[in-house]
């Protein structure tokens, strides 16, 4: 696979498709954005952003059961694959996911009590 890093801004896919549009290649492009954007430029690392886009989805609904793979999330919010690695260990350790080997990760279902 060819990574390709577009230097000048007014050359990219959506300025293509849509003349006089650009987003960033780390913006997400799809139809959930749920408002929470990431930007490489912020002092905040990117795989925490990844786990908060990830996570504002989850929240939205737009994600429930099985999570999409990590290539597919990957390209989904232009970073790497590490990245969304990263921020899947962020997310497990908040108890959103929970990921099965060779199954995938899941959106971790809430623990009902007694009486709820």
């Known amino acids: 696979m ?3 890093l577009i230097l000048n801004p007014t050359d990219s896919y959506c300025n293509r498709v849509n003349p006089g549009t650009h987003h960033p290649r780390w913006a997400y492009r799809g139809g959930h954005d749920c408002g929470v954007s990431i930007d490489p430029g ?3 690392y990117v795989w925490r952003q990844a786990a908060d886009v990830i996570a504002a989805r989850i929240a939205a609904g737009v994600y429930s059961g099985r999570l999409p793979s990590e ?5 989904d919010l232009g970073v ?3 990245t969304v690695r990263r921020a899947l260990v962020d997310l497990r350790e908040r108890g959103l996911v929970v990921t ?3 199954r995938g990760t899941f959106v971790a279902t809430p623990v009902r009590r007694h009486g709820e």
Request: net charge positive.
């Open 2 to 4: 060819r990574i390709v």
């Open 80 to 82: 790497g694959k590490n």
């Open 100 to 102: 099965l080997p060779q």
């Open 71 to 75: 290539g597919d999330l990957a390209r």
């Open 42 to 44: 912020k002092p905040e």
